[in-house]
């Protein structure tokens, strides 16, 4: 932080962040299928010449973008999904030899049946669940 500012804000919730109603009616109706609202929150806390980093989830398009508040600050702003595709050979060769164990990240587990029961507990936050592995049959 700088005098209170942030120096750098990570946006990573996407368009599930809808907050005001006026954006949750202009998704409702096919206004806007995402929201802006957390840009304007970043903007406002980030200072002068601060950056932005948009890492969330957007599909489509979101209306009242706060593009004033991004030029009178001179912010950086970048984004971008995972570059997957590049690094995906890299990293099952890593899992495959036992560099890299990826089971750290997996919080719960269970059948494909428990599907359902296990979204539930991803969607709504329960018990830390952030990563699920099913398969059929025993695990």
Known sequence: MTNGELDVAIECAGFDYTNSLMHKVEVAVGLETDTS???AEMFHVVRKFG???VI??????ANHFPVGAMMEKDLIVK???SPTQKYWKMCI?????GELDPTFIISDRGHL???PRLYNKFNDKEGGCIKVFMRPGCY
């Not at 969330?56 to 398009?61: D, F, Q």
């Not at 060769?93 to 030899?97: C, L, N, T, V, Y």
């Open 113 to 115: 049946s428990d599907g």
């Open 51 to 53: 950056r932005v980093a």
């Open 37 to 39: 609202e957390i840009f």
């Open 79 to 81: 984004c971008g999904q």
């Open 93 to 97: 060769e890593k899992i495959q030899s």
């Open 56 to 61: 969330g989830v957007y599909s489509g398009y």
